[in-house]
């Protein structure tokens, strides 16, 4: 069964503090990964897509990298306006385009 | 331009009403679909419509429809409604490149739908 675990579920940062969150996958084919970032009370927003591992997407303080079984979101000098629910999704290969599966995400907060 | 637009942003419903919620995807966009996210469950793929065409549905019972206009614009409707119905429910787009297509979806602010 095609499954994408997010983790950690929660993390809290000091501001300035840099880390990364987690998106591991299994999947029969991967045709593409995307991060989103969502604020409470709001849909999803668009942040990278990645398509074939060793690929990386750059983005203010956010880092997104790609392996053949997981990606990183790498994050930088974090301020507390990052603080929000970021959430991986996969589009399998066979599968048409707006048919995406998404993680459970992970809550960050950043501490000022 | 303008986003992903959705309407009602908040609905209250009894069980065994029938809800329709609406969709406005970005100017140019012809594929839209529909997602439910709950705190249990995450985001879980409704359906998607391209040109007016239902081309996937994703593992929901059949209370659950929709349609799509030739300008684009969707609608979603569930029947009978249940207790367990109540969820946020986001309406997404796409650009238009055929049912291969690999760009990303961008989504509106989504319905919050409570059945009572």
């Known amino acids: 069964e095609d499954q994408v675990t997010q983790s950690p579920e929660a993390l809290r940062l000091q501001e300035g503090e840099s880390s990364s969150l987690n998106c591991s996958y299994t999947?029969?084919?991967?045709?593409?990964l995307f991060w989103y970032r969502q604020d409470p009370g709001k849909g999803p927003e668009f942040l990278f897509t990645?398509?074939?591992a060793g690929e990386e997407k750059e983005k203010e303080r956010l880092k997104a990298t790609l392996t053949k079984k997981e990606s990183f979101l790498h994050i930088t000098a974090p301020k507390p306006e990052d603080s929000a629910t970021y959430l991986c999704a996969v589009r399998l290969r066979g599968t048409s385009g707006s048919r995406l599966t998404f993680g459970e995400g992970t809550q960050l907060t950043v501490n000022p | 331009k303008a986003g992903v637009t959705q309407t009602p942003r908040y609905l209250i419903k009894t069980r065994g009403q029938q809800v329709t919620l609406s969709c406005s995807p970005i100017?140019?966009?012809?594929?839209v679909s529909w997602y439910q996210q709950t705190p249990g469950q995450g985001l879980q793929f409704l359906f998607e419509y391209f040109s007016e065409t239902q081309r996937n549905k994703g593992n929901f019972p059949g209370r659950f429809s929709g349609r799509q206009f030739s300008n684009s614009r969707s609608e979603m409707n569930v029947s009978t409604l249940e207790l367990g119905d109540s969820a946020l429910y986001l309406c997404?787009?796409?650009?238009?490149?055929?049912?291969?297509?690999?760009?990303?979806?961008?989504f509106g602010n989504g319905t919050r739908l409570t059945v009572t």
């Open positions: 997404a787009s796409s650009p238009t490149e055929g049912l291969w297509g690999n760009s990303p979806l961008h």
């Open positions: 100017s140019g966009h012809r594929s």
């Open positions: 999947v029969s084919g991967l045709r593409g």
């Open positions: 990645l398509y074939s």
